[in-house]
């Protein structure tokens, strides 16, 4: 037997622990197979003899945050207009209400955006249904 989803709306409230973000207001885009994050700039460099990737988020007012990350992929997406683009993805733990998902989460200027945060299909899978008539459906977190 397997468990009733979760009814959330076209923009909810989410936490981005590891990155120390909540209560972050994502559009909620079943169009969209993956999940987007703002990052203002992302780059490989080399730390300590090591590539890893830096990304500088701002996702809460508080600043720019620098994160390294030593696992990570450069992939093809496309975007909403249609064109191909490489972006790099990130495996990252986003909390939609109760429910923590770890999901493959591609970084990219989103500054020309509305919302800090898309949740693609792939994050919701199975887990949510998407009323597109209501928003915040869910509790927001602030820490």
Known sequence: MSATPVVIGRREYVDIPELG????EAKVDTGA?????????CDEVDLAG??????????DG?????FHFSQYQLRTI?????????R?????????GRKNIRSDISLS?????????LIGRKTIGHKFVVDVSRVHTLRRRTR
């Open 78 to 86: 496309k975007n909403s207009f249609g064109q191909t683009e490489r």
């Open 62 to 66: 508080k600043g720019d945050q620098t």
């Open 21 to 24: 973000a909540y209560g972050i």
């Open 50 to 59: 090591c590539r890893v990737l830096e990304a500088v988020f701002n996702l």
């Open 88 to 96: 790099y993805c990130v495996r990252l733990v986003v909390r939609i």
């Open 109 to 117: 200027n989103r500054s020309g955006m509305r919302y800090p945060v």
């Open 33 to 41: 197979f993956r999940t987007a994050l703002h990052c203002e700039r």
